[in-house]
């Protein structure tokens, strides 16, 4: 099982949408995109911006999403 859940996970992604907006993140599949995408940058030489085993990027990807210490951009907001 996952610590934290993907059902936690998307709680703190969407924590900052006011109420009636569109939460950012409604699926599973953008939480594994997000976290697989900043496991790469670990792998590829990116500081990780938490404390961790460095041998499991994905963990520490996982576990800076959930401290907020990532954030998951919506369309509107990448361009």
Do not use: C, F, W
């Not at 950012?24 to 938490?50: C, F």
């Amino acid at each position: 099982m996952l610590h934290p859940s993907y059902s936690d996970l998307m709680q703190v992604v969407n924590s900052e949408v006011e109420q009636g907006e569109a939460p950012v993140v409604n699926s599973r599949y953008s939480i594994v995109m997000a976290t697989s995408k900043r496991a790469r940058q670990i792998i590829s030489g990116d500081e990780p911006l938490v404390n961790g085993d460095p041998t499991k990027p994905l963990s520490l990807a996982v576990e800076e999403l959930n401290q907020g210490k990532i954030k998951i951009l919506s369309d509107e907001e990448e361009v």
